[in-house]
């Protein structure tokens, strides 16, 4: 056998960075990381790849949480163990939604819902925290929220159609990698954390919301909302930051299971958990579809407009906060209605979001060179906190390098 040929194929893998690039670029993530592990020149050239692995992912799956029994694993867990060894992305910053009636168990050929009581709930919160905490990276930030229901694109390139889970059974990963001139803060704030009033000025610092000129955008879930204090809480924490030059949106989710290191006792706190993203490169639009769009034509309508801020669409991805009383029910029956239309003005773009007890939000544009427009003048756009409504956003981040 002639062994000269695979020893001069051992020495170009061993000794050309070009063409060990050229390779190592087909390989998802996880395998990335294992090849470093190979030689230093392995190594070098992995995080160099690693460093071209910045577009958006997601994970997506729809059905009940723990159809194997109770020893199961929740089916989003399940579905991030599965694919994360396909994923070409190294995260840094995690957003995931699970239907809150995904938090089940068969029993007997029957779905029944975990006990309510507290202790229950946070031991199986904690659970799902820590399952996905251990298969993401060590600095990777989190944020887990349930919600009554659920809106995801399908796992692809962006293009299938999205669709509305009314009935929560499904739930989403969106995964977002270090980006270039973006900074992504994760942030939680309660009542604790108010005192005569006012705000810890420090918490509201690290969570990027005061004193951050290069803030753009802020994705807010609201959690024990129901609690009487907990609207004039909302109301604010968004105060200051409603401002020309950010986009707030968001609404009320039920529950917070991650990050895992965070202490909430339900029966006493009520707060909002987010995501602040700062930095140039950032562009946004919302619009709000208030209780008189109610046709397809009219949703139709407001889509254009928010097609007509010419937020740029590659590395974009949209948001959709509905309330839970809106869906086919809101429309004669017919499904799937908003995210059709969205998806109608905007065929490439990924569509996320879920059906909640409240929305925030309002008509704004963050354009490019921070020229600020808003697509109605009317004053109560400019009003964050709705109720029948639909919170549409788009959030470009930056242009890929």
């Known amino acids: 056998m002639d062994v000269s040929g695979l020893r001069s194929g051992g020495s170009v893998l061993s000794t050309v960075a070009e063409v060990v690039e050229q390779i190592l670029f087909y390989l998802p993530t996880r395998s990335l990381q294992r090849s470093a592990s190979v030689c230093r020149l392995w190594s070098d050239c992995a995080r160099r790849v690693l460093r071209r692995h910045r577009r958006l992912s997601w994970i997506t799956t729809k059905g009940h949480a723990y159809a194997d029994g109770e020893h199961s694993q929740h089916f989003l867990v399940n579905k991030m163990i599965e694919e994360l060894e396909e994923v070409y992305v190294l995260p840094e910053t995690v957003l995931y939604l699970a239907g809150t009636d995904t938090f089940c168990v068969q029993s007997s050929g029957r779905w029944r819902k975990e006990r309510r009581d ?53 739930g989403f990963a969106l995964l977002l990698p270090k980006i270039e001139g973006v900074t992504i803060k994760c942030f939680h704030l309660s009542n604790k954390d108010l005192k005569n009033n006012t705000f810890d000025q420090r918490k509201l610092q690290a969570a990027g919301l005061l004193d951050n000129p290069d803030l753009r955008t802020v994705l807010l879930f609201g959690y024990n909302t129901y609690k009487p204090p907990a609207v004039d809480f909302i109301q604010r924490l968004t105060k200051p930051i409603n401002v020309r030059n950010t986009v707030v949106v968001g609404g009320y989710g039920d529950r917070v299971f991650s990050p895992s290191s965070e202490s909430i006792d339900a029966r006493h706190m009520y707060g909002a958990v987010g995501l602040s993203f700062s930095g140039k490169p950032i562009q946004a639009a919302s619009i709000l579809l208030d209780e008189d769009v109610a ?56 569509l996320f979001g879920f059906f909640g007890n409240g929305e925030i939000g309002c008509d704004r544009i963050v354009t490019e060179n921070f020229s600020l427009r808003e697509c109605c003048s009317s004053p109560e756009y400019d009003e964050l906190i709705h109720s029948y409504s639909t919170v549409m956003m788009l959030l470009h981040l930056g242009p890929l390098k």
Request: glycine letters at 8%.
């Open 118 to 170: 507290e202790s229950a709930m946070k031991s199986k919160d904690a659970e799902v925290a820590t399952k996905f905490e251990k298969l993401l990276p060590m600095n990777c930030k989190l944020l887990g929220i349930s919600c009554p229901g659920i809106v995801y694109t399908p796992m692809g390139n962006g293009k299938q159609r999205p669709l509305e889970v009314e009935d929560g059974i499904a």
């Open 295 to 350: 046709t397809p034509e009219s949703v139709e309508a407001a889509m254009k407009r928010l097609k007509a801020a010419n937020i740029p669409e590659r590395n974009t991805v949209g948001f959709m906060c509905a309330c839970i009383g809106r869906g086919q029910n809101y429309y004669s029956m017919m499904e799937n209605v908003e995210a059709d239309a969205f998806r109608k003005q905007f065929p490439n773009i990924p």
